[in-house]
């Protein structure tokens, strides 16, 4: 495992460990970005952690190593997750 992917999956790990993945799931779960079926996540570690927050273990995932966590995109809007937390984009 090289240094970048190492730190990548210590942020996924972190961020499972967060306030921040409740967060994310209770926006999913209310519906607020419509039906998940588009990922782009920046490493595998990423795409458990979007699957973990979709419920959704179908998702199409695109894993893209410039993403900075990971991307769900909904039918009506698209939730950023990275080390930051997570943001609502309409």
Avoid: Y
């Amino acid at each position: 495992m090289h240094r970048r992917e190492f730190l990548g999956a210590l942020q996924a790990a972190a961020w499972t460990a967060s306030p921040s993945l409740a967060r994310a799931r209770e926006i999913v779960g209310a519906g607020a970005i419509g039906p998940v079926r588009f990922c782009r996540a920046a490493s595998p570690c990423w795409v458990a952690v979007a699957r973990r927050v979709s419920g959704n273990d179908v998702l199409m995932v695109e894993v893209d190593a410039t993403t900075s966590g990971a991307v769900l995109l909904g039918s009506t809007a698209t939730l950023v997750i990275d080390r930051k937390g997570c943001r609502l984009l309409p």
